[in-house]
C-alpha cells in the first residue's frame, strides 16, 4: 500500500480556502437562491478578485456542484465512521440518522439542499446522483443490519429507508437555527419516532 502524498502548506491553504468558498457559496444561494446570486456577490463575501475565484472554480455550476458533492461526501464519511464502529446495530441505525440530521441543518448544507440538483448540467447532475446513490445503499446497509438482527418489521428494507431519508432531506426547509430544539435534539427526536415506527 501506497502512503498517502502530503500536502505542502499551500495546498492546505488552497484547500481550506476552496471549503470557505464553497460554504460561502451555499449561503449566499440560501439568502438569494442560486438563480439571484451572482459571481460578483460571491467574491465580495470572501474578499476576492473574480479573477481570483476563478482560480478555484470554473463557474457558477460548478460551484453549486461542489457545493453538493461536499455535503454529501460528509454524510458519505459519517456513515463509514458509523458502519466501522462497534455500536449494535440498532445503535447504529439511530446514530445515523441523528448524524444525517446534525449533517443536513449546518449552514451550508441547508443552503445547499434548498438548491435542487436539477439546476444543474446533465453531467454534473449525473455524478451528484451517484454520490448520492452510495450514500443512500450504505444507508439501507446500516437499516437492514438493524433489520436482521431487531425486532423490526423485515419487509420493503429499501421502501422504509426511502422513507427515512425522505423525512429527514425534508428537515432544511423547515429548520430554523433560532428554533427551540437543537440539531441533535431534533435528530433524536426524529431518531426515536422512526425507529420506534418500524419496530414490528
Not at 28 to 44: G, Q, R, V
Not at 78 to 89: F, H, K
Not at 163 to 175: E, H, M, Q, S
Request: glycine share 4%.
Amino acid at each position: 500500500m501506497k502512503n498517502p502524498v502530503k500536502k505542502t502548506f499551500r495546498q492546505i491553504r488552497y484547500d481550506e480556502k476552496k471549503d470557505q468558498l464553497i460554504e460561502s457559496a451555499a449561503r449566499i444561494f440560501f439568502k438569494k437562491s442560486y438563480e439571484k446570486a451572482t459571481m460578483e456577490d460571491i467574491s465580495n463575501e470572501l474578499l476576492l478578485t473574480k479573477g481570483s475565484l476563478y482560480s478555484y472554480i470554473k463557474s457558477k455550476e460548478d460551484l453549486l456542484f461542489q457545493c453538493h458533492m461536499k455535503a454529501i461526501r460528509m454524510g458519505i464519511r459519517d456513515l463509514i465512521e458509523i458502519t466501522n464502529s462497534d455500536l449494535p446495530a440498532e445503535v447504529k441505525l439511530r446514530e445515523a440518522i441523528i448524524r444525517h440530521v446534525e449533517l443536513i441543518t449546518k449552514e451550508f448544507v441547508v443552503g445547499t439542499l434548498r438548491q435542487q440538483e436539477f439546476l444543474l448540467p446533465k453531467h454534473m447532475r449525473e455524478k451528484v446522483i451517484k454520490e448520492r446513490d452510495k450514500f443512500e445503499r450504505m444507508f439501507l446497509k446500516i437499516l437492514r443490519e438493524a433489520i436482521k438482527t431487531g425486532p423490526f418489521n423485515k419487509d420493503n428494507a429499501k421502501m422504509i429507508a426511502y422513507a427515512i431519508l425522505g423525512a429527514l432531506n425534508w428537515i432544511p426547509r423547515w429548520y430554523s437555527a433560532t428554533g427551540k430544539f437543537s440539531p441533535t435534539q431534533i435528530g433524536e427526536i426524529m431518531a426515536d419516532y422512526l425507529i420506534g415506527k418500524i419496530k414490528s
